[in-house]
């Protein structure tokens, strides 16, 4: 029989790898436990942070603990999806080599899409999201070309393992910039309200939803550390966003001014291209987490049905923050389907398919009210962002809370 230490070492390698793909503190500290079962460890105790974690392993008189770095965090939806796999699903004997040279073919594995493939996904869901938040034809088109664009930098860069603050600032310069210089110069009238959904949501893939999820599920499962050391990472990568965005803002004088909302309409043509939006929207995300192909078409759907829903009983007259708990609701309770039966974690799922739902105007007004020094007005715009990314994180709460009992009993 291997030593704790030995077996340790590599229990805490698998927690290392699983934490930095993205996955929720909770579930990292469930799929080591099971690998610790297995391996005849009696007793495994764990502290987990972002950029560290702690583990206590007992098995008869011998006790050891380790602590090791996690490195910088990323999203890699495939990766989680083979690590739980692997935790879960193994059978007969495991030995620490065993599991290290499982451990090794699972991060030798390349990236499932070029930079290419999805800096156009991510293209078409930035023009997805100006369609659905009332941008005009020129500013959706300007927003595809720059989303893509951006996110074909902010790969590079993150490939040369650049900080990841000082990325995100960059790539926010340049992609609305880029969009600014598109609307100038092919834009017959300048800048205007139909151009502002274009502006903010050609640098929505850099808004941190996946560690903003996962914060709000880690602290409903008793991980305050992971939750807001994670919180704290989300913050600093939307504060060096707002920052870039605000220096854009600034210098081409953007007024905050939007397009205003369009009528309730049941017009088939209408409700087929908002379909459509939805559905692109949800492929690119869930390309850009690197979701396997069926996890794609699953996301697609389920943006869709979410943000149809959503979207319809704001129609109605039901505010923004209860319409959109109820589509990351819906999302949620469907995603409970799609767990079991393409047997995929379900934030990989879920999180890409409620992206659709943010709302970005009410952050670019934010922004840009407080560089003209409009506080209250701000604030206003803050608190409406604030209780829509809520109602987002809260929907997809209350789904596991109804489809999984073990929420409902404290740890």
């Known amino acids: 029989m291997n030593s704790v230490r030995e077996t340790l070492d590599v229990v805490l390698r698998f927690g290392q790898i699983m934490l930095r793909a993205g996955d929720t503190a909770f579930r990292v500290h469930d799929a080591m436990n099971v690998l610790a079962t297995r391996f005849g460890i009696e007793r495994l105790s764990v502290q987990i942070a972002l950029n560290g974690m702690t583990a206590t392993a007992r098995r008869g008189d011998e006790l050891v603990t380790i602590a090791c770095e996690v490195g910088p965090p990323g999203i890699n939806a495939w990766r989680i999806a083979a690590l739980e796999k692997l935790a879960r699903e193994g059978r007969g004997e495991l030995t620490p080599d065993a599991l290290a040279r499982e451990l090794d073919a699972i991060e030798a594995v390349p990236a499932l899409r070029s930079i290419a493939t999805v800096a156009i996904g991510i293209g078409l869901a930035s023009g997805a999201f100006s369609y659905l938040n009332g941008g005009d034809t020129l500013g959706t088109a300007m927003a595809v070309v720059a989303g893509g664009c951006g996110q074909a930098l902010r790969a590079l860069l993150l490939s040369r393992r650049r900080n990841q603050y000082a990325a995100t600032a960059l790539v926010t310069v340049v992609t609305a910039g880029f969009y600014c210089i598109g609307i100038a110069a092919l834009g017959a009238t300048g800048f205007g309200p139909g151009h502002a959904a274009g502006f903010i949501f050609s640098v929505l893939f850099l808004v941190p ?203």
């Open 209 to 411: 939803g996946f560690p903003l999820v996962a914060s709000l599920l880690d602290s409903v499962q008793n991980q305050p550390v992971a939750a807001l050391s994670r919180l704290f990472y989300a913050t600093m990568i939307l504060l060096a966003a707002a920052i870039g965005l605000s220096a854009v803002a600034a210098i081409a004088g953007l007024a905050a001014t939007v397009a205003p909302p369009t009528p309730p309409s049941i017009d088939p043509l209408t409700l087929a291209l908002r379909a459509l939006a939805s559905l692109l929207a949800g492929f690119g995300f869930a390309a850009l987490y690197n979701s396997s192909t069926r996890v794609v078409l699953a996301v697609g759907v389920l943006s869709l049905l979410g943000n149809e829903l959503r979207l319809g009983l704001h129609d109605l007259g039901m505010p923004l923050p209860p319409a959109t708990f109820l589509g990351a609701l819906l999302v949620g309770l469907l995603a409970s389907l799609v767990e079991a039966r393409l047997h995929e974690p379900r934030i990989t799922v879920t999180v890409p398919s409620i992206i659709v739902m943010t709302p970005g105007l009410y952050a670019f007004q934010t922004i840009v009210m407080l560089n003209q020094g409009q506080v209250l007005t701000a604030l206003q715009a803050g608190a409406n962002f604030c209780f829509v990314v809520g109602a987002m994180a809260m929907g997809l709460a209350a789904a596991r809370f109804m489809t999984e009992r073990r929420w409902l009993v404290e740890r």
